[in-house]
């Protein structure tokens, strides 16, 4: 099975600072990763999902954004965080259409 | 736009009752559905999944039924047991998009 490295686990940023946020997949080649959001009492937003090396599909206009520079790296960024952007930020793999996803452990921002 | 809907934000049973769960979608193209526990301050593990071409699927004391006519689907756990105690979230998928509903947290009470 997969292994989803999300760091760090708890942030707490400033309103207008930037934002990096990264997620690294081992245990397989070539998934496909996906950006969460989970605000307070909601449910699972998709922000981000790639399915290769530098594409990146966006799902919700945003102050985020994400890029995939290497094959199983994921990065969620922001260049000025707004209090609205406090959350739990999960990172997902899959290995195709019809799999399972294997989530990170999160990371919890407060922005202040 | 909320494509996987769970309108039932909680939900309590007794200890080795049976836990149902349910979960509406609107979009008839979504083709594979999966079920999630999550523990608060963790990712959410997987249960168990269902393909559009079955309408039921077992595994253990969890099973799925999908009624692709009505675009809903449930999760039964039998019997329920303290572990169970978490939030459930269902999701959809097209393709390599995957959906989310809002979850819904089981209390299983002794």
């Known amino acids: 099975s997969q292994t989803i490295h999300q760091w760090p686990a708890t942030l707490v940023q400033p309103v207008g600072s930037p934002l990096s946020l990264e997620c690294t997949v081992e245990?397989?080649?070539?998934?496909?990763l996906y950006w969460y959001r989970q605000a307070a009492g909601r449910g699972l937003q998709l922000l981000f999902y790639?399915?290769?090396?530098?594409?990146i599909s966006s799902e919700v206009p945003q102050n985020l954004s994400a890029s995939r520079p290497q094959d199983r790296q994921f990065i969620l960024s922001s260049k000025k965080l707004l209090l609205s952007d406090s959350g739990f930020y999960l990172c997902?793999?899959?290995?195709?259409?019809?799999?399972?996803?294997?989530f990170g452990q999160g990371t919890r921002l407060t922005v202040v | 736009d909320q494509q996987v809907k769970q309108n039932s934000p909680s939900l309590s049973v007794q200890e080795g009752r049976i836990s149902i769960l349910n979960c509406d979608y609107t979009?008839?193209?979504?083709?594979?559905f999966l079920w999630y526990k999550k523990y608060p301050a963790e990712g959410p593990t997987f249960l168990i999944s269902?393909?559009?071409?079955?309408d039921k699927n077992e595994d253990g004391r969890f099973t799925v039924f999908l009624n692709k006519s009505a675009k809903h689907l449930s999760l039964h756990i039998v019997p329920s047991q303290p572990g169970d105690s978490a939030v459930y979230f269902c999701?959809?998928?097209?393709?390599?998009?995957?959906?989310f509903g809002a979850g819904t947290t089981v209390t299983v009470r002794a």
């Open positions: 245990g397989t080649s070539n998934p496909n």
């Open positions: 979009n008839s193209m979504f083709d594979y």
């Open positions: 997902a793999s899959r290995t195709g259409a019809n799999t399972e996803a294997f």
């Open positions: 269902i393909s559009s071409i079955k």
């Open positions: 790639s399915v290769g090396i530098g594409q």
């Open positions: 999701a959809a998928s097209r393709d390599y998009k995957l959906s």
